[in-house]
């Protein structure tokens, strides 16, 4: 029994010297002071919406985050994710004004089932419930300085 408890801790002290401290934790990443921006909650008409944009806070390292990152619990409603803007412009990396207001900003790609030709007002209460739930998810991430719906209209 000894020689088990022995060698269970030197293989928990040896996954300790490989397993980064805070892994998966990528708020380190970022100014966590940096102000939040809130949701006004407005889904506006005639709009078809199936795209999320994320501000992050200020970071102190440019990473690429994944949706894992994100920990959102309805992942069945994301198809992707993609950067607007992932690293500053190399040419105004020296101007402090830039630099102090530079974020990384990213597309939240969603889709919400419709076999509806003509949206009800009852699918759209769906819509915006379902919209509202991951919007109020990603506003509880303390790395995310502000989530916009990017709305673009049906032709």
Sequence with gaps: ????????????????????????????YFDLSDAKVLWDGKIYEGTRVDTLVITLKRPKK????????????????????????????????????????????????????????????KEMEERYGILSDIINQLEQIDFIKEVEIERSTDS
């Design 62 to 121: 440019y990473v690429r985050l994944k949706i894992d990152d994100f920990h959102i619990k309805s992942k069945k409603y994301i198809k992707g994710l993609d950067y607007i803007i992932a690293e500053p412009n190399k040419e105004l990396i020296e101007d402090n004004e830039y630099m102090a207001n530079f974020r990384q900003r990213l597309f939240l790609f969603l889709y919400i089932p419709s076999e509806a030709t003509v949206i009800t007002d």
């Design 1 to 28: 029994m000894k020689r088990f408890t022995a060698m269970f801790f030197v293989g928990v002290f040896c996954l300790a010297l490989f397993i980064p401290a805070g892994c998966g934790n990528v708020s380190r």
